[in-house]
């Protein structure tokens, strides 16, 4: 489930592989920009904004694309069977001499403007995971809603970037408040933030998508804490887990 940890850990991966090299294979599979060649120019850089995917090119050109739930960029060796997928389920290959980033699944592939790259990730807040992050702003656009529950609140990507389900949960495990509590009642809200920059800040190194997690997914399991079987229920049709002894408010 890419979160703003996963998406980091992609962008550095195609930062890596595409940065500064010329691209010697282009194929963008979705009808809008099938006709689109990219080949002959550099890539300049990739960069994650929240969930978002940026990939800069030579000319003014940036590949916007957006994992969602499903998708994926894998890079590939000259040589090296591809393994993210069925041939049907590529969206876009960008290929050098060396490496080769197929994206698998992606439900968003765009090519804009440079100059218009607000147009698709101008509405974000401040990025958890970015030079842009400002907790007070982060917080002011929190509790601009104080009836707003937590978990809302912390998925509202206009608000911070980067928290999805998963560290929505792990948020309100850290601030011992359950999901469904309006933010406007959390005492001392600023630890929303504080929180979530850690979690993020922890994980955005971990190889393999291999998360430190204290409750997500582990529903009926012991809470590493106090050993309180781990409850879940469903936010806003997401699957939504906490500890109902170490977390105070509303339950789900």
Not at 46 to 63: A, W, Y
Not at 74 to 85: L, N, S
Not at 138 to 165: C, F, H, K, T, Y
Not at 218 to 237: F, K, L, M
């Amino acid at each position: 489930m890419p979160e703003g940890d996963t998406v980091w850990q992609a962008a550095r991966r195609l930062h890596t592989a595409l940065a500064g090299r010329l691209l010697t294979r282009s194929d963008l599979r979705v009808p809008r920009f099938a006709t689109a060649d990219l080949t002959g120019r550099t890539v300049l850089d990739v960069t994650p904004r929240g969930k978002h995917l940026l990939t800069r090119i030579e000319g003014g050109l940036t590949l916007h694309s957006h994992l969602r739930m499903e998708g994926a960029w894998k890079v590939y060796a000259p040589g090296e069977r591809w393994r993210g997928g069925p041939e049907h389920q590529i969206r876009a290959i960008l290929g050098n001499a060396e490496h080769t980033a197929v994206g698998y699944r992606l439900p968003v592939l765009e090519l804009l403007r440079t100059s218009d790259e607000e147009r698709v990730v101008g509405h974000l807040g401040p990025d958890l995971l970015g030079p842009d992050w400002d907790p007070a702003t982060a917080l002011r656009n929190l509790l601009a809603d104080p009836a707003r529950s937590i978990g809302e609140a912390l998925l509202d990507q206009r608000n911070l970037a980067g928290v999805g389900n998963v560290f929505k949960s792990e948020t309100c495990f850290l601030v011992r408040a359950t999901p469904w509590l309006p933010i406007g009642e959390l005492p001392s809200p600023e630890r929303l933030v504080v929180a979530a920059k850690k979690l993020l800040d922890a994980n955005r190194e971990r190889p393999g998508g291999s998360r430190r997690i204290y409750v997500y997914g582990r529903a009926g399991r012991p809470c590493a804490r106090c050993g309180t079987s781990i409850r879940v229920a469903d936010q806003n049709d997401r699957p939504t887990y906490w500890c109902p002894r170490c977390q105070s408010g509303p339950l789900g």
